[in-house]
């Protein structure tokens, strides 16, 4: 045999060795490896999400510590130094009112506790209130537990004027120092009874894109590495870490896989002397003038965010705009309706014009085909100088059908998952972001359209009948804010065509 007969199962030899290598016995990547991005995800069934509680009494009844500004009323406690309570302010129609998004957890559930610093054992739980300072733009409350094991001191920072707050942790480990210690840090989603959708987790992924996971389909077994951007969210409203300035998250996983709450968990790196990190947390409304004031990558965790962003960001704004001076986000929807009837009345007029010019153009092609059944040669030379004379409709009927396709997904997009409607009354409505309770606006939609059928050209009667029957049933699950809109338009197109025909008899 040849040299080069060994050639070609040499190669092959090679070519097996090196991908068996490659894929079966080369080493992982190292988790602090400078090949390791920020927000990687790795997976490990043996992520701690055990808090072991140090076993002390309680020295009295807890302390409260409230603190209020213009956005939100925050309420602190020496149990676990943690946040108790957290009711965020929000004002509509000239009423403000306090939404809860933080409640007050059961001893049972301490570990469910808001900014609850946990560490790897002995987990201080009583904490000490040291003081309160305030400037100008800030709000400052200290916290401090002691030991002979371990000192930890917390101290949040409140900003009066973003729903930003900084939280600076201090860890002195003392007899622990020779082991050293982990802390972690443990925050909850935002709770709200009413509210049916479950919570998703939101983070910063290695590529520097924002990701959103169901609280459903979160696996606990998933970490990321030292991300940038790591919490919480439901429908309205976010807690977030934003900043991490000293480096203080090494790893970040979340616990609880439900459709109620996901506890969002932070831990740092083994210290074994004094050591103190702040991180930066937006806690507040998904509405884009709120976040963009403390971190801009927060826009795209609006629930209006895709492709149709930018419209529904424009449409919001124009229903912001109008709301200043109605008073009333209902009769601002009526006033968007309006205006974007009259903006679309050339191109109906032109929509019902080439209607009426296909039904006539049909109704001479179907003449012809009776009159030169037996010729076809002759049949479709009279089609043709038919078509000559008169010319094929054009798409001009299909252009309002065009236009309020995006402007229904985009009013949807924003009306479904805007913060500005959850709980804006309206008449007998008291939410325009959930459904109408009453059922009163889908049939009132379903009975303009069959309206509008009767009194419509007879080509489409049918379908504007059995679209009205069937919209009525499956729309009812829509927000009464879009059902108001999609009523309002229609019952303007009926009134339009009513008009029409009044003029053309006159």
Known sequence: MKFKDYLVPIGLTVITFVLINKFFFSSPTEVNSPQTRSGEQFSSPTLNREIDFVDEKRRGRAEKTEVETDLAKFVFTTDGGTLDRLEMKRTTNGTTKLINTVFPVDFTRREDSCFLVALDEKTPFYYDFVDTKETESEIKVHYRYSSADVNVDKIYTIFKETNKVNLTIEVDPKKAAV?????????????????????????????????????????????????????????????????????????????????????TILEGPKVTEKTSWTLSFYVGPKEDQAVVLVDSRLEQTLGYSGWFYWFSKLL???????????????????????????????????????????????????????????????????????????????????????????????????????????????????DLSAPDPYYILPLLMAGAMVLQGLLGDKSTRMMFIVMGLVFGVFLKGLSAGLLLYISVSTLLGLAQTTIQKKLKKA
């Open 179 to 263: 082991a050293g210690v982990v802390p972690r840090l443990l925050f909850p989603s935002p709770y709200m009874a009413d509210v049916a959708e479950a919570p998703s987790a939101v983070l910063e992924n290695k590529k520097g894109k924002i990701t959103k996971i169901s609280g459903t389909g979160i696996e606990e077994k998933d970490w990321w590495h030292s991300p940038t951007l790591f919490g919480s969210e439901n429908k309205y409203f976010s807690h977030t870490m934003v900043a991490d300035r000293d480096q203080f998250v090494q790893q970040a996983f979340f616990r609880g896989k439900d459709d109620k709450k996901i506890v």
């Open 316 to 430: 919001l704004s124009i229903l912001k705009y109008f709301y200043k001076y109605l008073g009333s986000y209902g009769w601002a929807i009526i006033l968007l309706t309006v205006l974007m009837r009259l903006l679309m009345l050339p191109f109906t007029y032109k929509s019902e014009q080439s209607n009426k010019k296909r039904v006539e153009l049909q109704r001479k092609l179907k003449y012809l085909e009776q009159k030169y059944k037996h010729d076809k040669e002759l049949l479709a030379r009279e089609k043709a100088e038919l078509i000559k004379k008169h010319g094929m409709p054009g798409l001009g009927g299909c252009l309002p059908l065009l236009f309020q396709l995006p402007l229904f997904i985009g009013l949807s997009s924003a009306l479904r998952s805007s913060v500005e409607f959850y709980q804006a009354p309206f008449f007998i409505w008291s």
